[in-house]
Antibody, heavy 124, light 107 residues
């Protein structure tokens, strides 16, 4: 089955850290860019970070730059997001998402496969 | 960053109605635009990419148009299953920004 499965969310105090994981199955993971997209409950979507298929290009939203680190291990079909110096405004459901286009024809990513999300709550 | 603005924020329509949602970009994004449908408690689902290309398996009542800075998503005949929030997303720049969403209610 083609799917993405996130894990690692939870309750963390302001200033704390967390590591999220996304395990892919059913497609050639190493051939596609991947992203983390977050959603505050009841609110809109924000692309947090993207990583190219071979990890050569990594992008971060300004809101998380310097605090979040994205990586991937193609041998394990896994992408990770390390969240540091967490703030209350980082509270959200974090989705991993697969780039739909692996031809390189599009400038950046749009997404044809999403996980179910993992909830990060930053609160004292 | 490129800002994406959707209108309206909410709309209520009857089954069978034609529904149009607008998305405006703060600068030209050519046709690098996607539309998603998100049902309550679910992850977003891709409907349209490259402004007007329908993803395989998506009902033909959904269509997209536009280029540059102004785009529309049209549902030609609203169905009960279309109750959802719809988002546009630009992928012209690394920020890959989304619109704020349009919630569609069924009257």
């Amino acid at each position: 089955e083609v799917q993405l499965l996130e894990s690692g969310g939870g309750l963390v105090q302001p200033g704390g850290s967390l590591r999220l994981s996304c395990v892919a199955s059913g497609f050639s993971f190493s051939g596609y860019g991947m992203s983390w997209v977050r959603q505050v409950p009841g609110k809109g979507l924000e692309a947090v970070s993207s990583i190219s298929a071979g990890s050569g290009n990594i992008f971060y939203a300004e809101s998380v730059k310097g605090r979040f680190t994205t990586s991937r291990d193609n041998s394990k079909n896994t992408m990770s997001l390390h969240l540091k110096t967490l703030r209350a405004e980082d509270t959200a459901l974090y989705y991993c998402a697969k780039a739909a286009d692996n031809t390189g024809s599009a400038p950046f990513y749009f997404f044809d496969l999403w996980g179910q999300g993992t909830l990060v709550t930053v609160s004292s | 960053d490129i800002q994406m603005t959707q209108s309206p924020s909410t709309l209520s329509a009857s089954v069978g109605d034609r529904v149009t949602i607008t998305c405006r970009a703060s600068q030209s994004i050519s046709t690098w635009l996607a539309w998603y449908q998100q049902k309550p408690g679910k992850a977003p689902k891709l409907l349209i990419y490259m402004a007007s290309s329908l993803k395989s398996g998506v009902p033909s009542r959904f269509s997209g148009s536009g280029s540059g800075t102004e785009f529309t998503l049209t549902i030609s005949s609203l169905q009960p299953d279309d109750l959802a929030t719809y988002y546009c997303q630009q992928y012209s720049s690394y920020s890959q920004t989304f619109g704020q969403g349009t919630k569609v209610d069924i009257k």
